[in-house]
């Protein structure tokens, strides 16, 4: 589930007829245009890291947690943009509402919710909110009280601690 949360954000699919959905769309297509993004996703009470992505314009750094190496998926922009347009079309984007006025610490944010389906769970449906920053990006994306994933946007360099990737057509050791 948080791995697809995380190629979903790096883009945004088919413009919609609601321009209140259209709006959230451009700014998660916005995501994928731009050369590096920092996302962190937290899930559960926990509040543990569950998921880390570095996004990069030639590859995508990807870890369960912060207690493993990264895994490098060789995912350019075009890549990202395209999967995510997919993703929208199999999952698009319902009951929109929005922007309320909002604050990301002491950083103004517009907030944007929507309603999806759940790719998980057929038949089911996700309500999400997602804050947007005075630059149009994505800043937060809240799935709960205590799930919720975070966006930075800078320039960023691959992590160092990487596993290496199985060549292709072959299946990792265990």
């Known amino acids: 589930m948080a791995r697809g949360a995380i190629l979903y954000l790096a883009a945004a699919g088919p413009a919609l007829a609601d321009p209140t959905c259209s709006a959230i769309e451009a700014a998660l297509l916005r995501v994928s245009d731009q050369p590096g993004v920092h996302q962190k996703t937290v899930l559960g009470d926990s509040s543990e890291l569950r998921l880390e992505a570095f996004l990069l314009t030639d590859a995508m750094y990807i870890r369960d947690s912060d207690k493993v190496p990264f895994n490098k998926v060789a995912l350019d922009r075009t890549s990202r943009k395209a999967m995510a347009r997919m993703t929208l079309v199999a999952a698009p984007l319902d009951e929109c509402t929005g922007p309320a006025s909002g604050l990301d610490g002491a950083t103004p944010v517009q907030i944007y ?62």
């Open 113 to 174: 919710r929507y309603r999806q389906p759940d790719m998980t769970k057929p038949g089911a449906f996700t309500t999400t909110a997602l804050w947007v920053g005075g630059d149009g990006l994505p800043r937060r994306l809240v799935m709960s009280p205590t799930s919720y994933q975070t966006m930075e946007y800078g320039a960023f360099t691959a992590p160092t601690n990487v596993v290496a990737s199985p060549e292709p057509g072959r299946k990792p050791a265990r």
